[in-house]
T-cell receptor
Framework: GENVEQHPSTLSVQEGDSAVIKCTYSDSASNYFPWYKQELGKRPQLIIDIRSNVGEKKDQRIAVTLNKTAKHFSLHITETQPEDSAVYFCAASNQAGTALIFGKGTTLSVSS | DTEVTQTPKHLVMGMTNKKSLKCEQHMGHRAMYWYKQKAKKPPELMFVYSYEKLSINESVPSRFSPECPNSSLLNLHLHALQPEDSALYLC????????????FGPGTRLLVL
């Protein structure tokens, strides 16, 4: 079955710096890759997603890149702000196989 | 309406109690999910309902019993829980099952004494 590895597990940056979180997946049939942000005590909130027919997607300060050949995808946050501090989860799924498989999460801390 | 709602927000129960968690969505989604989440861990899938039929039961103990009365509602009935079942229980929904964006509810924080 699908396995999703996420790195790093913790990431500390200064306000204004960029942050990059990477995930690798094992099932080449996976074709949908969402990223969720979860603040303390809150629900996971979808921040961006990408499908396998697209290599990159951007939404303001957030971007996701996908390399299907290498089976990895990354979240890029530019000009980080303290309110970006949260746990970020990547996930993968495909229409023919399993439901969402989550990575273990990255705790991002942005200090001002 | 683009929200998934859950009640109650918090629940404290003893090991002999019976309680139910409720989830509702009015987005016309045909797939609904129950997840269990421990602190700083990813959500763990428990059950999936697709078109009101149970599609997946991820080897969850029988003390958790899901129910899907209609396409908008999902319940999780709890009975004889253990302290290790204390967690955040999240409901989610998606347009269809598999390969679709899932939207999460705010969760029910459960404490079993």
């Amino acid at each position: 079955g699908e396995n999703v590895e996420q790195h790093p597990s913790t990431l500390s940056v200064q306000e204004g710096d960029s942050a990059v979180i990477k995930c690798t997946y094992s099932d080449s049939a996976s074709n949908y890759f969402p990223w969720y942000k979860q603040e303390l005590g809150k629900r996971p909130q979808l921040i961006i997603d990408i499908r396998s027919n697209v290599g990159e997607k951007k939404d303001q300060r957030i971007a996701v890149t996908l390399n299907k050949t290498a089976k990895h995808f990354s979240l890029h946050i530019t000009e980080t702000q303290p309110e970006d501090s949260a746990v970020y989860f990547c996930a993968a799924s495909n229409q023919a196989g399993t439901a969402l498989i989550f990575g273990k999460g990255t705790t991002l801390s942005v200090s001002s | 309406d683009t929200e998934v709602t859950q009640t109650p927000k918090h629940l404290v129960m003893g090991m002999t109690n019976k309680k139910s968690l409720k989830c509702e969505q009015h987005m016309g989604h045909r797939a609904m999910y129950w997840y269990k989440q421990k602190a700083k861990k990813p959500p763990e899938l428990m059950f999936v309902y697709s078109y009101e039929k149970l599609s997946i039961n991820e080897s969850v103990p029988s003390r958790f019993s899901p129910e899907c009365p209609n396409s908008s509602l999902l319940n999780l009935h709890l009975h004889a829980l253990q302290p290790e079942d204390s967690a955040l229980y999240l409901c989610a929904s998606s347009q269809e099952y598999r390969g679709e964006t899932q939207y999460f509810g705010p969760g029910t924080r459960l404490l079993v004494l």
